[in-house]
């Protein structure tokens, strides 16, 4: 059976001596907090996310232009083709 749920005023009586002695306590005046730790957790994940993003355009953008530069060796005529991937590793480092 699932207890939660929000409780007004208007709200029968049973149900509220009901979760009180779920909870052990008012529910009028509970409060559901978070532990201290979880916006660490939490900022380290974004934190994350955004070093593996910024590491990942960065490799993306040198692997390309090694392309680009073995492509101006071989077919100069085709160089500006090559530009597309440079253009999409960097949105992943910025968008990432």
């Keep these: 059976y699932n207890f939660f749920f929000i409780i007004n005023k208007n709200n029968n009586m049973d149900q509220q001596r009901l979760l009180e002695d779920y909870y ?8 559901y907090t978070c532990p201290s ?7 380290s994940g974004i934190a994350c996310a955004v070093v593996f993003a910024n590491i990942g355009g960065a490799y993306g ?27 999409m590793a960097g949105g992943v480092g910025v968008f990432g």
């Design 24 to 31: 052990g306590q008012d529910v009028n005046n509970m409060s």
């Design 61 to 87: 953008t040198a692997r390309a232009g090694q392309g680009i530069m073995n492509m101006g060796i071989r077919s100069p005529e085709l160089l500006m083709k090559n530009i597309i991937p440079v253009v």
């Design 37 to 43: 730790w979880a916006p660490i957790v939490g900022f």
